[in-house]
């Protein structure tokens, strides 16, 4: 049996989440002596994804993959255990602690940091889950290195869709990105003129997939069905249409959400005593790195105080 398990040891937090939102409260909530943990599937969150960052104060450019990992060698050095397992679901219990159920532990904790980041949204569309992998993807820093000389497109129209043409231009030989507005309305204007100044890539507006057609025998994409202009034949697929937060492990603690984020106030408390969020999944309308970092030093102070509060930290 785990030992943790059968000694029930309690924790003074546990973070739920290593992107930017738990690394960074992991940071704060070290630094003021606490009793923590981070619970985490894998490290880095969607961040770790982005092909290029060039608005995270003091560098004026960073791939998010080796900024996350700034972050975690901060955590790291100073001695934060993560622990690498799904969380299945986490509960209040009659001694007013969290529990952390995952596949193989359960863990207690007094207060919890959940930022649990958000999850790819998908298309919904034929052949997307067949041909997923075969083609089809949700990450092009992870796969445009598979299309080099191949033509590709990305759906959507926010950073993520234009920062990803931007790093599929390095590889493949046409990128094509198809959006069902008549023009880039959420995309920042630094990022559409780089777009429209590479000829590489070209974007087809008022345009909708209506299915993702491969080749049977070989099981790799070989067009798309668009509603407007039929048949599109391409190698490769890339979604980004955004993304939803990840709330299921948290259905039996009833949290108040606000259009389908958690609700906090300005220190990051949500309506369940002791039970903290922070990033992306929270109601915060401006989803940054920077802003969930910010939301994870604060929940970490706000825990702290609270612990002084009830004359358990000093």
């Not at 398990?5 to 606490?34: F, M, N």
């Not at 507006?205 to 599109?232: R, Y």
Request: one cysteine or more.
């Amino acid at each position: 049996m785990n030992k943790m398990r059968k000694e029930k040891k309690i924790l003074d937090i546990i973070i739920v989440g290593a992107g930017p939102a738990g690394l960074a409260s992991a940071i704060y909530s070290a630094r003021y002596g606490l009793d923590i943990m981070i619970i985490s599937k894998e490290a880095g969150g969607l961040a770790s994804t982005a092909h290029k960052i060039c608005n995270y104060p003091g560098f004026n450019e960073i791939s998010g993959f080796e900024l996350m990992n700034k972050f975690l060698e901060q955590v790291r050095n100073l001695n934060v255990p993560l622990v690498y397992e799904e969380v299945l679901k986490i509960e209040k219990n009659k001694d007013k602690l969290f529990v952390i159920e995952t596949y193989e532990n359960k863990y207690f904790s007094r207060k919890v940091i959940f930022a649990g980041g958000m999850t790819r949204k998908k298309l919904g569309v034929k052949g997307e889950d067949e041909f997923y992998g075969k083609g089809v993807s949700y990450c092009a820093t992870c796969d445009a290195g598979f299309f080099k000389n191949k033509k590709v497109a990305i759906i959507g129209g926010s950073d993520a869709a234009l920062t990803s043409a931007i790093l599929l231009s390095e590889y493949a030989s046409e990128v094509y990105i198809i959006y069902r507005k008549d023009k880039f309305y959420r995309a920042e204007k630094a990022w559409i003129q780089i777009v429209e100044q590479n000829p590489k890539i070209k974007s087809i507006f008022n345009e909708e997939v209506l299915e993702i057609i491969g080749d049977e025998n070989n099981k790799k994409v070989k067009k798309l069905l668009l509603k407007n202009s039929g048949e599109f034949d391409v190698d490769g697929v890339f979604i980004e249409i955004g993304s939803e937060p990840n709330l299921n492990v948290i259905q039996f603690l009833n949290v108040e959400e606000e259009d389908g984020f958690i609700k906090t106030n300005k220190q990051q408390q949500t309506n369940i005593p002791g039970f903290y969020a922070a990033g992306d999944i929270t109601n915060c309308n401006l989803k940054q790195i920077v802003t969930a970092a910010s939301q994870g030093a604060i929940s970490a102070f706000s825990c702290f105080e609270e612990l002084k509060k009830e004359g358990i930290k000093k």
